[in-house]
């Protein structure tokens, strides 16, 4: 299936991307469906092999989330179960969505003072962040601003809740949903997630604002030359060195590809040198031959 419209959100970092590495299935996604880490740092995901399409990770000095894309829009990522023999999950059309923060109120409890987002309890500024992504996944890919279901609370959110789509409900659904309302799994995440005012003000059509000044991970909409190479260092890579799967950003690869040419001309040099050398000696030589 082709994909369609944008593949790259608009600022998001690929310094963690896994797409080269679980290539997954091409669609064109018209369901989001929201997650949170339950952890306050970017996950590991396992290398890739649990991981979503998008991370969005709160930096709270600045007020604002910072975009990190694992997979483009329209590609089948890995966050759901997705059992044999039933429906399809991870690959039915949804771009998957994860929240660095929890939606377990005992969690929440527990952290403390420690900075984190609880999403029953979404700051102003990570609502407008998330209404952002919502707009521009209608405005660039048609995912409707709309949410038919309930975001219940967790725990009560969590295994066969009243919430959770029957197989049929899940196959035709359209608009955002959260893990806690798809089938054939069991997490109760992203809990009471605010949905109704992410959606009024991705409609609001309110631009995302900062309080701080731009940082590389900022909106790309119109990048620089300097944004581009930036960019470009980061992408990640087969590790040329290995046989195994392995990646890097090409800043190394290239930086790699420079000592060893670095070396490459120490060694012309060196062959140079001993062939003058002899050359100089045959000179000698046949210098004595003809006095001789």
Same mark, same amino acid.
């Given at each position: 299936m082709a994909k369609t419209g944008p593949q !790259?959100?608009?600022?998001?970092?690929?310094?963690?991307?896994?797409?080269? !590495?679980?290539p997954g299935s091409a669609m064109e996604s018209n369901v989001v469906v929201w997650h949170t880490t339950e952890g306050?740092? +970017?996950?590991?995901?396992?290398?890739?092999s649990s991981a979503p399409n998008f991370t969005a990770r709160p930096n709270f000095a600045a007020k604002r989330l910072e975009w990190f894309q694992h997979f483009d829009f329209?590609?089948?990522?890995?966050? +759901?179960?997705? !059992?044999?023999?039933?429906?399809?999950?991870? #690959? %039915?059309?949804?771009?998957?969505?994860?929240?660095?923060?929890?939606?377990?109120?005992?969690?929440?409890?527990k952290w403390g003072s420690t900075p984190h987002l609880y #999403?029953?309890? +979404?700051?102003?500024?990570?609502? !407008?962040? %998330?209404?952002?992504?919502?707009r521009w996944a209608n405005e660039q890919h048609g995912v409707p601003l709309a949410s038919g279901v309930e975001f219940k609370a967790y725990p009560s959110s969590y295994g066969a809740s009243s919430v959770r789509l029957s197989n049929a409900a899940w196959s035709n659904y359209r608009g955002h949903c959260g893990h806690q309302h798809v089938p054939e799994n069991d997490h109760g995440d992203p809990g009471a997630l605010p949905m109704a005012a992410i959606l009024a003000r991705a409609k609001g059509g309110t631009a995302?604002?900062?309080?701080?000044?731009?940082?590389?991970?900022?909106?790309?909409?119109?990048?620089?030359?300097?944004?581009i190479a930036a960019a470009v260092m980061e992408y990640q890579v087969d590790d040329p060195r290995t046989e195994g799967t392995k990646y890097v950003p090409v800043k190394s690869v290239l930086w790699w590809a420079g000592a060893d040419a670095a070396q490459a001309n120490a060694k012309v040099r060196a062959l140079e040198a001993q062939l003058a050398a002899m050359n100089a000696k045959l000179d000698r030589l046949i210098a004595g031959l003809a006095q001789g």
């Open positions: !790259r959100y608009p600022g998001a970092s690929t310094a963690y991307w896994y797409g080269s !590495r679980y306050t740092s +970017l996950p590991s995901y396992d290398g890739g329209d590609v089948s990522s890995r966050a +759901l179960v997705n !059992r044999a023999g039933g429906v399809e999950t991870n #690959t %039915l059309n949804v771009v998957q969505v994860e929240i660095v923060g929890t939606c377990d109120p005992a969690t929440h409890k #999403t029953p309890e +979404l700051p102003d500024w990570a609502i !407008r962040d %998330l209404a952002a992504f919502a995302p604002s900062t309080t701080t000044p731009p940082t590389k991970e900022d909106d790309m909409a119109n990048p620089s030359t300097k944004d």
